[in-house]
T-cell receptor
Framework: AQTVTQSQPEMSVQEAETVTLSCTYD???????LFWYKQPPSRQMILVIR??????QNATENRFSVNFQKAAKSFSLKISDSQLGDTAMYFC????????????FGQGTRLTINP | DVKVTQSSRYLVKRTGEKVFLECVQD?????MFWYRQDPGLGLRLIYF???????EKGDIPEGYSVSREKKERFSLILESASTNQTSMYLC????????????FGQGTRLTVV
């Protein structure tokens, strides 16, 4: 079974700083997908970024980028020029390439951006 | 925009009651999911469905059942609510193709007293 671990329960940075959230996972599969989801206080889960394991290039979406290290089974999220609206719970998630398309989530990291 | 709607945002029920949590999606998605969210545990999958009348157990199905009679609707049933089922429940749907985004409802915070 796959597992996802987020070792930082809480983080706090000043507005405009760069912050990196950590995620490690365990799987025996070679092909899979990784995601970062954001859950603001409104509780609405929003997809931030996704990575396909067979792609070596790290995914980027505006201020959000990932550092995908397949051999180390690491998938960190970097937020540049952080904004107050980035305050949220962030969840790392894994999905197998084949079979049921269910997501396996990490424990979450609560990120607070301070003015 | 895809919309996933959960019938209640907050719910308070008594121990032993039968509880229905309803979820409706409007984008003809194949897959629907029920997750439970608890602090420090993240989201854990209770049940999912990949077609009408089809269902599979997730990681924590004990004490729950589901129903999917129509493609757009996926119900989570607590047969006899217990206090350890007090939690946030999130419904999600996805199109049924790989690497696609799952869309979530706004969550139901259930308290069992």
């Amino acid at each position: 079974a796959q597992t996802v671990t987020q070792s930082q329960p809480e983080m706090s940075v000043q507005e405009a700083e760069t912050v990196t959230l950590s995620c490690t996972y365990d799987t025996s599969e070679s092909n899979y997908y990784l995601f970062w989801y954001k859950q603001p206080p409104s509780r609405q889960m929003i997809l931030v970024i996704r990575q396909e394991a067979y792609k070596q290039q790290n995914a980027t979406e505006n201020r959000f980028s990932v550092n995908f290290q397949k051999a180390a089974k690491s998938f960190s999220l970097k937020i540049s020029d952080s904004q107050l609206g980035d305050t949220a719970m962030y969840f790392c998630a894994f999905m197998r390439h084949q079979g049921a398309q269910k997501l396996v989530f990490g424990q979450g990291t609560r990120l607070t951006i301070n003015p | 925009d895809v919309k996933v709607t959960q019938s209640s945002r907050y719910l308070v029920k008594r121990t032993g009651e039968k509880v229905f949590l309803e979820c409706v999606q409007d984008m003809d998605h194949e897959n629907m999911f029920w997750y439970r969210q608890d602090p420090g545990l993240g989201l854990r999958l209770i049940y999912f469905s990949y077609d009408v009348k089809m269902k599979e157990k997730g990681d924590i199905p004990e004490g729950y059942s589901v129903s999917r009679e129509k493609k757009e609707r996926f119900s989570l049933i607590l047969e006899s609510a217990s206090t350890n089922q007090t939690s946030m429940y999130l419904c999600a749907s996805s199109p049924g193709q790989l690497n696609t985004e799952a869309f979530f409802g706004q969550g139901t915070r259930l308290t069992v007293v």
